[in-house]
């Protein structure tokens, strides 16, 4: 358009420029925060729209920020990019968080049945070898009942025959074991053995009928 003598020249819209480079940067800083970086997302999204637009006004002649519009742009991609690295990577450990309690769960629900489950066979008889705890109870009758474990982790057998040994893995460090068994009507004499790498932790004996015999002690000091 044919500009008269005297006409003052149209303003350069660098406007879309500088809200672009403006949006570009705030979104690369919260896009690097959990969960906040979503809004990095949205403004890295709003900083590449405004920054087309500067571009193409730029190279239009309308506008005279066309490096302020490239860095505006470039900046709305980096924040959009990192703000769904940054999200995929909360979501991906989120995931394994909830994988593994989910298996310790489990884990802790099958080891307690299968203690309470076993009953007056008297649980598998085995010598104590390394890195082994071996519970075991001896007597002139039966056990009304026996529980046993390490770390306040027990578990309950009823009604056993004796001798009844349980064999099962032991803790590095320091750890607490424990060991209790009660006669059954018949009394008599029973008798109870805690053994840790073929060491004896704790043993002890008591006589009568429904008498009552514990057996406790620490490993690693």
Same mark, same amino acid.
């Given at each position: ?21 403006? #949006?570009?940067?705030?979104?690369? #800083? ?33 506008? $005279? ?7 505006? #742009? ?13 999200? *995929?990577?909360?979501?991906?450990? =989120? ?20 203690? $309470? ?15 082994? =705890?071996?519970?075991?109870? *001896? ?31 032991? $803790? ?18 029973? *008798?109870?053995?805690? $053994? ?16 009552? =015999? ?8």
């Amino acid at each position: 358009m044919y500009q008269q003598p005297g006409t003052p020249a149209a303003a350069p819209k660098n406007g879309m420029g500088i809200t672009a480079l403006v #949006l570009g940067l705030v979104g690369i #800083l919260l896009a690097w925060i959990p969960i906040i970086g979503f809004f990095g997302f949205i403004l890295g999204a709003l900083a590449i729209i405004f920054g087309i637009i500067a571009v193409v006004r730029s190279h239009k002649g309308t506008a $005279t920020n066309m490096v302020m519009s490239y860095i505006g #742009l470039a900046a709305g991609v980096i924040a959009f990019v990192v703000s769904i690295v940054v999200f *995929t990577v909360l979501v991906n450990e =989120v995931d394994k968080q909830l994988d593994e309690m989910n298996q310790g769960q489990g884990s802790e629900q099958s080891s307690s049945q299968s203690g $309470t489950n076993q009953g007056g066979s008297g649980g598998n008889q085995a010598n104590a070898g390394a890195g082994k =705890v071996v519970y075991k109870v *001896t007597g002139s009758g039966g056990a009304s009942s026996i529980t046993f474990g390490k770390g306040g982790q027990t578990s309950q057998n009823t009604n056993a025959e004796l001798p009844w040994s349980k064999t099962a893995d032991a $803790t590095e460090g320091m750890e607490f074991y424990a060991l209790s068994a009660q006669n059954g009507q018949n009394g008599g004499d029973i *008798t109870c053995k805690i $053994t840790v790498d073929g060491e004896v932790l704790a043993e002890n004996t008591s006589n009568g009928q429904y008498a009552m =015999v514990t057996c406790n002690g620490n490993t690693g000091f």
